[in-house]
């Protein structure tokens, strides 16, 4: 049973910074895309970012220049660090596979207030 497991989330000030990490179980982690979505109470899930398998990224254009997805395949962990962080950004962030079917984590709540 393949398991998603985020954290990091929390309250930051407008600026600011946090780093969200999932880590994956249950499944071979270097051999999958991994994906970061964030969703607002009432919208539509958003992607943020995606991850290759062979480390190549990919963007919403609303955070370009601003967050970082990475992967440590040692320690089966994808990574989201937000910098200049913006209330806009305020969300349930959570990570994403697809291996045979979409598999999600219970999500990290991240509110940027002053």
């Known amino acids: 049973q393949v398991q998603l497991v985020e954290s990091g989330g929390g309250l930051v000030q407008p600026g600011g910074s946090l780093r969200l990490s999932c880590v994956v179980s249950?499944?071979?982690?270097?051999?999958?895309?991994m994906n970061w979505y964030r969703q607002v109470p009432g919208k539509q899930r958003e992607w943020v970012a995606s991850?290759?398998?062979?480390?190549?990224?990919n963007y919403v254009d609303s955070v370009k220049g601003r967050f970082t997805i990475s992967r440590d395949n040692a320690k089966n962990t994808v990574y989201l660090q937000m910098n200049s962080l913006k209330p806009e950004d305020t969300a349930v962030y959570s990570c994403?596979?697809?291996?045979?079917?979409?598999?999600w984590g219970q999500g990290t709540l991240v509110i940027v207030s002053s």
């Open positions: 994403n596979t697809y291996i045979l079917q979409a598999y």
């Open positions: 249950g499944s071979i982690f270097s051999n999958y895309a």
């Open positions: 991850i290759t398998s062979g480390g190549r990224t």
